[in-house]
């Protein structure tokens, strides 16, 4: 086995571990979740990410994970974390983020000294992982998350307002987006200017798209297609919370949070990847380093400096044909070199085979019962994009902003990441697709092709043939 791979085990022993595939680079997400000083009270635990490319498998602890979801909201229904705390703690990162961001697309970065230019990654990386760290519990929360904490005399006041209290009324990521893409091109054209302004809009985990890309994204924006959120839908909701009983209150003003927080934590972290993705592709030009290798370097071993990636030159150029890395929670980085194909029976030992499966189950995000043929697509650029029809059920690891075309298009969605605050269940509670998400597996499991009912009234999709 892998010397990472080993290690990871060794660390994970005796936890069910998760795992989620995504064109992701380890220069955007290669950090801590974790943090010893501001970790809200949740375990620590230790990332794997497996890269080649677009390609990127990583591996977490599942009750790792979903422990840091059920403290910080037993912490909260025991008195000892209010809204207002867990809300200050997000705006922090939301301001700091933005000023770093702000003032980056405003400057020129190749006029940075090498010593500014560490400084900046430094920085920009540890606003990054306390972004995370502040905010990493929203990530797996969902019912059962709930029914795990509360007393079992509040299942009753569960009961009454779940349904409700998931569906958010706030503008969504989407509306936000298309408003500000209007605003800069009203203000600046379709120019170069107007492209870097709007650089974190089209900043997918991977890498930001370059001012050319964007530049005919922005061409191409339909003006028309703005919506606004329902004023009507807000003030009802408003008029039924103020209905409720103190339980069933605080029970929803925790699951609002939770949703709109996940919903809006998208752009401090698109804009402080924009920040990453600069530093680092300058760092790595003054190194000597080329292209194809900048995002294969986690933002903690920029920190080490230019001159260390001048001595580490070599072996670092070794990353584009595949890397393990191991992010410890001191941020610590264990670093190797395999190619994905090569680590698969490392990986099914520490996940284990999967057997027939004819039916898998996941939690509600939408309600909805549908069939149709599956369409696996794991990257947007992958070619069999093209390939979606009208229909299909949209089977992925996770959903992001950039999947909405398809998202319009589904029948249903399936996912095997996700709580009720993914980008998943929010975009399909808005538009009113079926959608089950947090299946573990669906990805591994369904194939193209394999016709499905998805049974988002109870959680289920069976495999008909």
């Keep these: 086995m892998n010397k990472i791979v080993e290690k990871f085990k060794k660390l994970t022993y005796g936890q069910n571990l998760f795992a989620f595939y995504a064109p992701l680079s380890p220069l955007l997400i ?77 400057s020129d970065i190749k006029k940075y000294s090498d010593k500014d230019l560490e400084k900046l990654m430094d920085k920009a990386g540890t606003y990054l992982r306390l972004l995370t760290v502040r905010t990493i519990y929203i990530e797996t929360f969902d019912r059962q998350i709930v029914e795990d904490v509360i007393p079992n005399e509040y299942k009753k006041y569960l009961d009454n307002v779940w349904e409700k209290a998931i569906h958010p009324i706030f503008e969504s990521l989407e509306i936000r987006r298309k408003k500000e893409i209007l605003k800069i091109i009203d203000k600046y054209g379709i120019t170069d200017t107007a492209a870097r302004k709007a650089t974190y809009i089209f900043t997918d985990y991977y890498l930001p798209k370059s001012i050319g890309e964007i530049k005919e994204n922005l061409v191409n924006f339909d003006k028309n297609d703005v919506d606004n959120i329902k004023e009507d839908s807000k003030k009802n909701r408003e008029i039924w919370i103020k209905g409720l009983n103190k339980i069933e209150k605080k029970l929803v003003e925790y699951i609002q949070l939770v949703i709109e927080m996940r919903d809006v934590r998208k752009d401090p972290i698109a804009w402080i990847q924009v920040v990453i993705a600069e530093a680092g592709f300058e760092m790595a030009r003054r190194a000597g380093l080329e292209k194809s290798i900048v995002q294969t370097i986690s933002p903690f071993e920029y920190k080490n400096g230019i001159r260390w990636l001048k001595e580490n030159k070599k072996q670092l150029s070794k990353g584009k044909d595949g890397i393990v890395l191991l992010i410890n929670d001191d941020g610590n980085i264990d670093r190797d070199y395999a190619t994905p194909d090569s680590l698969k029976s490392d990986i099914k030992t520490l996940l284990g085979e999967l057997k027939d499966i004819s039916e898998i189950k996941g939690q509600i995000a939408s309600k909805g019962i549908v069939r149709g043929p599956v369409k696996i697509i794991i990257d947007m650029e992958g070619p069999e994009v093209k390939n979606f029809k009208e229909g299909d059920i949209l089977v992925t690891s996770m959903t992001r902003p950039e999947f909405i075309p398809l998202i319009k298009k589904a029948g249903a969605i399936i996912t095997n990441e996700g709580g009720i605050t993914c980008h998943a269940a929010i975009i399909s509670r808005e538009l009113g697709i079926p959608c089950i998400i947090s299946t573990k597996n669906a990805t591994q499991v369904l194939k193209d092709g394999d016709l499905v009912e998805v049974d988002a009234d109870n959680g289920i999709v069976k495999i008909i043939k």
Excluded: C, W
Aim: cysteine-free; hydrophobic content about 35%.
């Design 30 to 106: 290669g950090i801590p979740m974790t943090d010893h000083k501001e970790n809200l009270g949740a375990p620590f635990f230790p990332i794997l990410f497996i890269n080649k490319g677009r390609n990127t498998q990583g591996i977490v602890s599942d009750d790792a994970y979903k422990e840091l979801a059920r403290e910080v909201f037993r912490k909260y229904l025991n008195g000892k974390y209010s809204i207002s705390f867990l809300k200050k703690l997000h705006d922090k990162s939301y301001n700091e983020t933005k000023n770093l961001h702000d003032i980056i697309i405003n």
